[in-house]
């Protein structure tokens, strides 16, 4: 009896300091909107988020103003963004990176950041659906200043599609890529009519160009380089209820392929990173993996957890349980897990940080 009261005792004293922090006692995890909803606004939609060079956190998001339709169905899309120099507790208000005239839109905001010559890439899809309805270009700014100041759009469609792809659905995976320790920077581009396929860059952005292999089945997509220098694309399925995984040893060449039952997907984009912490207690293969873990509907915000490079997966935690789409993830300076979701039937965009303490219990 003695046991059971001092539970209880602890118990009690824990809600009591979660409700002094602001957080209730069944919500573990803090959520801040990042993009409340406006009234000239219809939506904002679809996430991104890295970390720059200096450790500022840097998120874009399609501002979708008339409707909240996607980019062939709507006229006036923009790419607008916030930053934190905190760690996620504040952000700066929202600012346009891109701006298109009426009848010009721009959608599904992307990012990889060049450790080496501390560039940050934003990468979107572009359609004027005035002049040439239907038909996606592929364009990049970037910022030497950790987000602070943007240049001007640059269009590597060609560099990056054949001719024959002129009219096809073809579109660059919102959220983000990568840059090996190498130093390729790697990104997803998809062709509902011609498979998945990576692009990439060897000379730090200067040219970009397709590895044509094209990895089907294939939609939105995420790629992490292994522990052992192999890259992996984790990648949607619709109406599958799991994910697949793409493996290559060969930089991209030739690729093994098999459905992870282990990750349950309602067809989502997701989120995945390598977990690199700088500590001695973190050993390789750590990989963090964020989605809608729920076979049909988009909910149940999940961070799985592989000790493998992806092998298996070793332990899960639940996020938020409600309505939950798009998410995408970075590591912050102190190797914290920071994710920016799509919430509440895409009427939020919450950031939340899973801390590096919450990610070694999940280890142990």
């Known amino acids: 009896m003695k046991n059971k009261k001092s539970k209880i005792k602890n118990k009690l004293a824990l809600a009591i300091g979660l409700l002094s922090l602001g957080i209730s006692p069944a ?28 450790g ?49 839109s721009a959608s599904d905001p992307s990012m990889i950041v060049d450790r080496m010559t501390h560039t940050i890439f934003l990468f979107f899809n572009y359609m004027d659906l005035d002049r040439e309805p ?27 599609t054949p001719d024959h792809w002129h009219k096809d659905f073809k579109f660059i995976t919102s959220g983000r890529g990568i840059q090996t320790r190498k ?13 998945l396929h990576l692009f990439k860059s060897e000379d730090h952005g200067r040219t970009w160009q397709r590895v044509n292999t094209p990895l089907i089945p294939g939609d939105e997509s995420k790629v992490v380089e292994r522990s052992d220098g192999s890259w992996m694309v984790n990648c949607r399925l619709n109406k599958k209820g799991y994910r697949q995984i793409y493996i290559s040893e060969d930089e991209g060449k030739t690729w093994t392929t098999h459905p992870d039952y282990n ?13 690199d912490t ?12 964020v989605n809608a873990f729920d076979p049909h509907n988009r909910k149940n915000l999940t961070l799985s957890i ?6 298996t997966w070793s332990a899960q935690k639940t996020i938020y349980q409600g309505p939950a789409a798009y998410a995408t993830v970075t590591l912050l300076e102190n190797a914290d897990l920071g994710i920016v979701f799509e919430k509440d039937n895409y009427t939020q965009n919450s950031f939340v940080r899973i801390s590096k303490a919450q990610i070694h219990a999940l280890l142990d």
Do not use: M
Not at 144 to 154: M, Y
């Open 27 to 54: 919500q573990e995890f803090e959520f801040k909107d990042l993009f409340p909803q406006k009234e000239d606004i219809a939506c904002y939609r679809i996430p991104a988020i890295v970390t720059a060079p200096n």
């Open 56 to 104: 500022d956190l840097i998120t874009a998001i399609d501002e979708r103003v008339p409707s909240c339709a996607d980019l062939r169905d709507n006229n006036n899309i923009n790419i607008v963004s916030k930053r934190s120099s905190d760690n996620g507790k504040t952000w700066t208000p929202i600012e346009r990176l891109v701006d298109y005239p009426l009848g010009q």
């Open 134 to 160: 239907q038909v996606y270009y592929l364009k990049y700014i970037k910022s030497e200043d950790n987000g602070k100041s943007w240049s001007e759009a640059v269009d590597i469609t060609d560099q990056i």
């Open 183 to 195: 130093g390729t920077l790697i990104h997803t581009l998809v062709n509902l009519n011609n498979g």
């Open 263 to 275: 990750l349950v997907d309602p067809g989502c984009n997701a989120g995945i990173i390598r977990w």
């Open 278 to 289: 700088n500590d001695s207690r973190t050993p390789k293969g750590i990989l963090l993996f």
């Open 306 to 311: 592989s000790k493998d490079d992806g092998k």
